[in-house]
């Protein structure tokens, strides 16, 4: 798209450009303004060459920091019990356990 802007400037201005020429004294190249048109092609061809441009990079680094075994668990704090509970509730149920099985009477 770039090297439409410098053909549409030499349609648009062709005679003042023809008057710049730089090859007035020779009227045998025929040049009638064209040095111009091609010098700023060049200019164009040149912007837009990618190896011509000077390149820079900047080289951005985030750093994060991460240890998971170092993790601050909230204190809870523990109330004490002054004295111990006392019960005197005792459970007295008992059984004996029996492995015998009674067999079903004979008919």
């Known amino acids: 798209m770039k090297p439409v802007f410098p ?3 030499f349609v648009v201005n062709y005679d003042a450009i023809q008057e710049l020429c730089i090859n007035k004294d020779k009227p045998e190249l025929e040049c009638n303004g064209s040095c111009h048109l091609k ?3 060049a200019k164009t061809a040149q912007d ?3 190896f011509s441009a000077k390149k820079t ?3 951005q680094l985030e750093v ?5 075994y170092e ?3 909230p ?3 523990t109330i004490p019990f002054a004295t111990k509970v006392t019960d005197s509730y005792q459970i007295a ?3 004996l356990p029996t492995f015998d099985f009674i067999k079903p009477p004979h008919a």
């Open 75 to 77: 204190v809870i704090p």
């Open 7 to 9: 053909i549409l400037d």
């Open 64 to 68: 994060l920091f991460f240890n998971p």
């Open 57 to 59: 990079f900047q080289l």
């Open 48 to 50: 837009d060459n990618p």
């Open 71 to 73: 993790w601050d668990s």
């Open 39 to 41: 010098s700023e092609l």
């Open 93 to 95: 149920y008992t059984y």
